[in-house]
């Protein structure tokens, strides 16, 4: 089973960019599409962005879209998300995902095309 371990997280001030990794512990990594979700306090964990197992194609949450870039490195076995001008409404949660089936891309938003989450790494945005 696949382990993803997501550091990166912290406070930061409006306006501010912070840069989240998302590190899978084995090989097999690569031939998974992956996501970035987030929860917010008192909010139900939301969609923020995939990426398909090439790396070829993203999709974005509107909320997120302009401001943030999901991207990969197969070669680290390692998933990022470049958040930027970010906002006291990102404060959140955020989790990396896998995708259950190798070599899947249709963009994905549900938690249950999901099967493998890191622990979460708390990104608070001070206005």
């Known amino acids: 089973q696949v382990q993803l371990v997501e550091p990166g997280g912290g406070v930061v001030q409006t306006g501010d960019s912070r840069r989240l990794s998302c590190v899978a512990s084995e090989r097999t990594f690569i031939s998974y599409s992956m996501a970035w979700f987030r929860q917010a306090p008192g909010k139900e964990r939301e969609f923020v962005a995939t990426?398909?197992?090439?790396?070829?194609?993203?999709y974005y949450a509107d909320s997120v879209k302009g401001r943030f870039t999901i991207s990969r490195d197969n070669a680290k076995n390692t998933v990022y998300l470049q958040m930027n001008s970010l906002k006291p409404v990102d404060t959140a949660v955020y989790y990396c995902?896998?995708?259950?089936?190798?070599?899947?891309?249709?963009?994905?938003?549900?938690?249950?095309?999901?099967?493998?989450w890191g622990q979460g790494t708390q990104v608070t945005v001070s206005s």
């Open positions: 990426i398909k197992w090439s790396g070829g194609s993203t």
């Open positions: 995902a896998k995708r259950k089936d190798r070599f899947s891309w249709l963009a994905t938003l549900r938690e249950n095309g999901y099967d493998c």
